[in-house]
């Protein structure tokens, strides 16, 4: 392995190390006969998949067991049961997120409720951000201009300006990383030497996350949650002036272009307007003067 190949941002690495922020798990005799706890691999992989297309219909575990663990140890990228190489699933995410932003954040909500520990004094919550920012840091293979939409509107925020992040909205910010994964990086593969390092050969039994992503970074990042007003309602994007979604800043520009250039619709420029002065009998029709004397005799 070369250092080009580590770390990578992917959705195995993604999901390992949403997997390290979990809710506590249930020991075996505190469930009944048959029963999960709801947060096997399979059962996180289903409620990540959800977020991209709440009407999917997941099979039964056995079968999903073996592509989830492939999918986050990113041996694969796609294939059966699994939408990430669906072109309509993923086209009609990407419009979601951006047309239908608060439907995506909501989703992305129920999945943090129902798997993710938050506001505890473990920080299981902080830790994740702070893992997922250093991983994204790291990654060279992602430029410092590309930009994440990880406010908390969906604002976008560009790699080199993670550091100025001290709060973060949690559903929104791995929203808008899951969304990049689905959408801009397909190849799941690139991850295979990162997810080895991460989670060393165990010979025959579970291999655990050996990281240390996030560790580093020593500052403060107050991490919170949306209550269920505040997901619920369209929310508006917000456009930032360094950096702004690319289907608005093409917009933006258009804009800009036809009002310097007079070529907008409805726009008509006039130079030299003349005002028209009419009194009585003997009408004078007088020119814009900047400067006029009347001298009465």
């Given at each position: 392995?070369?250092?080009?190949?580590y770390?990578r941002?992917?959705?195995?690495?993604?999901?390992?190390?949403?997997?390290?922020?979990?809710?506590p798990?249930k020991?075996?005799?505190?469930?009944?006969?048959?029963e999960?706890?709801?947060l096997n691999?399979p059962?996180?992989?289903?409620g990540?998949i959800?977020?991209?297309?709440?009407d999917?219909?997941?099979?039964?575990?056995?079968?999903l067991k073996?592509?989830?663990?492939e999918?986050k140890?990113c041996?694969?990228?796609?294939?059966?049961?699994?939408?990430?190489?669906d072109?309509?699933t993923i086209?009609?995410?990407?419009?979601?997120?951006?047309?239908d932003y608060?439907?995506a954040?909501?989703a992305?909500s129920?999945?943090?409720e129902?798997?993710i520990?938050?506001g505890?004094?473990?920080?299981?919550d902080?830790?994740?951000v702070k893992?997922?920012?250093?991983?994204?840091?790291?990654?060279d293979?992602i430029?410092?201009?590309?930009?994440?939409?990880?406010?908390?509107?969906?604002?976008p925020v560009?790699?080199?300006?993670?550091d100025?992040?001290?709060k973060v909205?949690l559903?929104s910010?791995?929203?808008?990383?899951?969304?990049f994964?689905?959408?801009?990086?397909?190849d799941?593969?690139i991850?295979?030497?990162?997810?080895?390092?991460?989670c060393p050969?165990?010979?025959?039994?579970?291999?655990?996350?050996?990281?240390v992503?996030?560790e580093?970074?020593?500052?403060?990042i107050?991490v919170?949650?949306?209550?269920p007003?505040?997901?619920e309602?369209?929310?508006?994007p917000?456009v930032?002036?360094e950096?702004?979604r690319?289907?608005w800043?093409?917009?933006?520009?258009d804009?800009?272009?036809k009002?310097?250039?007079?070529t907008?619709p409805?726009?008509?420029?006039?130079n030299n307007?003349f005002?028209?002065?009419?009194?009585?009998?003997?009408n004078?029709?007088i020119g814009y003067?900047?400067?006029q004397?009347?001298?009465?005799?």
């Amino acid at each position: 392995m070369t250092n080009k190949e580590y770390p990578r941002l992917c959705g195995g690495t993604f999901m390992t190390l949403v997997i390290q922020a979990l809710l506590p798990r249930k020991k075996a005799r505190e469930h009944y006969v048959g029963e999960s706890d709801k947060l096997n691999d399979p059962d996180v992989l289903v409620g990540l998949i959800k977020v991209i297309n709440p009407d999917y219909k997941e099979p039964y575990k056995g079968t999903l067991k073996t592509k989830a663990n492939e999918y986050k140890s990113c041996k694969l990228s796609k294939g059966q049961y699994l939408p990430f190489g669906d072109k309509v699933t993923i086209s009609v995410f990407d419009e979601r997120v951006k047309k239908d932003y608060a439907s995506a954040r909501m989703a992305m909500s129920t999945f943090i409720e129902n798997f993710i520990e938050t506001g505890t004094t473990l920080k299981k919550d902080e830790r994740l951000v702070k893992a997922l920012i250093d991983l994204i840091q790291q990654d060279d293979s992602i430029g410092d201009d590309v930009v994440f939409l990880i406010g908390s509107d969906g604002q976008p925020v560009r790699k080199d300006r993670l550091d100025d992040m001290d709060k973060v909205c949690l559903p929104s910010f791995l929203l808008g990383i899951w969304y990049f994964i689905v959408v801009n990086r397909k190849d799941n593969k690139i991850g295979q030497d990162t997810y080895d390092l991460w989670c060393p050969e165990n010979d025959r039994g579970r291999r655990e996350y050996q990281g240390v992503m996030g560790e580093s970074i020593a500052r403060k990042i107050d991490v919170y949650t949306l209550n269920p007003d505040e997901i619920e309602g369209s929310v508006e994007p917000q456009v930032e002036e360094e950096t702004s979604r690319v289907d608005w800043v093409d917009a933006e520009k258009d804009n800009a272009q036809k009002e310097t250039s007079g070529t907008g619709p409805n726009l008509q420029q006039i130079n030299n307007p003349f005002t028209f002065i009419q009194n009585g009998d003997n009408n004078t029709q007088i020119g814009y003067i900047a400067n006029q004397t009347i001298v009465r005799k």
